[in-house]
């Protein structure tokens, strides 16, 4: 079974495979560049999962069984701005979507991201690291590391999957 992930980013990747080996004994994982066709920001639940649906197909055309599409972005609430991320599962024939939990972003970010900007620079230059969203993330950033964001990814692409492979509850 070849189970394609549609981005190049090792977090994404990462999570794929271990989630893979939760739920199949043979597989493979293989990483595509895969566009989104959404904004590098989005700021809708409904634009992350258009996103990641995106990356899923663009995914599967590379001879796998499963494509799979992870997008992040931020819902605006009048609570505060809020950071999470949709994954979309599909075998072209059915399609799984679930979601991360979500974390309130500081003010100070938020209003950068308002000004157009993207969230991965914004936080490398809060924090002074690099890549920060090819690595911690900025949910392990904000949570000090107590939820990292191939973990958080996981509990996303299970719930995605569910609805294709276990589909007695989805009938």
Known sequence: MIIAVGSTNPTKIEAVSRVAKKLFNDFKVISVDAPSGVK????????????????AFKALENGADYGVGIEGGIDETKHGMFLNAWAVVTNGDEIGI????????????????????ELGPVM????????????EGTTGILTMGLIERSKSYEEAIISAFMKIINKDYYE
């Open 40 to 55: 590098d920001m989005p700021f809708s639940s409904d634009e992350c999962i258009t996103g990641a649906k995106s990356r």
């Open 98 to 117: 679930g979601c991360t939990s979500r974390i309130m972003l500081p003010e100070r970010v938020a209003n950068e991201l308002r000004k157009g900007r």
């Open 124 to 135: 490398d230059e809060l924090t002074g690291k690099k890549d920060v969203k090819k690595h």
